[in-house]
C-alpha cells in the first residue's frame, strides 16, 4: 500500500471510511440482507405495459382510419 503513504490525513480517512463502507455493504449482499439493485427495475414493467398500450392503440386507430380503400366494411 505504498500508494496511502502519499495521501494527506482527510484523503486516508475519507479511504478508511469508503473502505469500511465498501466491507459492509458486501457483508449485507452476503448475509442476504440487502439484494443489489437493478437499474430501472421498478420502472420497467409499467413502462412495458404502457408501450403495449400504446402499440394497441395505435393499430386499433389505423384499423379504423383504414376505410373503404383498404378492403374494410365500416358500416
Known sequence: MSETLSLSANERSELERLRSQVATLRSQVQAG???????GAAVGGRQRRRTIVATLCIWVGRRGTAGPAQGLDLA
Open 33 to 39: 440482507g440487502a439484494k443489489p439493485a437493478r437499474p
